[in-house]
């Protein structure tokens, strides 16, 4: 990152000012904040490198619950099954709770109901011990169905049945734009999810949860093929 691109990051940060002294002052304040991001070994370096790095797939949120031991959450998921998780319930870890990062995921796990769909981003997070070994680590996750008790997984916002049974008010028209694809990868079951991430990480379409237009039809028609297997 070169100085002058340090700048104009900071003049756009401080916004639009007719008191110019206090405006330079905003901007002088800011460049050492915004250069101090940059640097590799800063914490918004490593998160965002930890994202940009993270395995990502589907998977079934299960439950949640204290480590005490590294002071993480210890969230139980369900995904595909593999050689170490034959049953396809495998645990993977919150950051830790003494930095912002681990706070935020804390606090956004308490929203979460058994069976939701949850989007992960998954990294191995090197351990300071003796074995020096390395856990699986959220990086970033994101809830993409609701589900209550009894009831099947819904978008956000949606409710009744498509038919407007009595009681229920009938479902709004379908989503405009890109939140056509999470409504999509709501209606599939939790294997047709993963199969679809899996071709979504293969024709390297990252952003699939909120795909840009030009990406939208191939997620919904890859979505659709997997829905009809």
Do not use: C
Not at 14 to 28: F, L
Not at 159 to 164: F, I, R, V
């Amino acid at each position: 990152m070169e100085a002058e691109q340090i700048v104009a990051l900071a003049i756009g940060a401080a916004g639009a000012s007719e008191d110019v002294i206090r405006w330079k002052g905003r901007v002088n304040g800011l460049i050492p904040q915004v250069a101090a991001m940059f640097n590799e070994k800063s914490p918004q370096m490593k998160q965002a490198n930890n994202v940009l790095n993270a395995s990502v797939f589907m998977a079934e949120y299960v439950s949640h619950a204290l480590e005490e031991s590294s002071q993480r959450i210890m969230v139980t998921i369900k995904a595909e099954p593999s050689t170490d998780y034959p049953d396809g319930l495998e645990p993977i870890r919150t950051e830790m709770l003494y930095n912002a990062i681990g706070k935020r995921q804390a606090k956004a796990l308490e929203e979460f109901e058994p069976g939701d769909s949850i989007l992960i981003w998954r990294y191995m997070d090197e351990v300071k011990s003796k074995k020096g070994r390395a856990v699986r680590t959220l990086a970033h996750f994101e809830r993409l169905s609701f589900k209550t008790s009894g009831a099947s997984p819904t978008p956000r916002g949606r409710t009744g049945s498509a038919s407007g049974s009595p009681g229920n008010p009938p479902s709004p028209a379908e989503p405009a734009g890109p939140n056509r694809a999470i409504a999509a990868l709501n209606g599939l079951d939790t294997a047709a999810k993963i199969r679809a991430v899996a071709r979504f990480k293969t024709e390297g379409i990252a952003q699939f949860a909120h795909p840009p237009a030009e990406q939208l039809d191939r997620v919904l028609a890859i979505i659709a093929e997997e829905k009809a297997r």
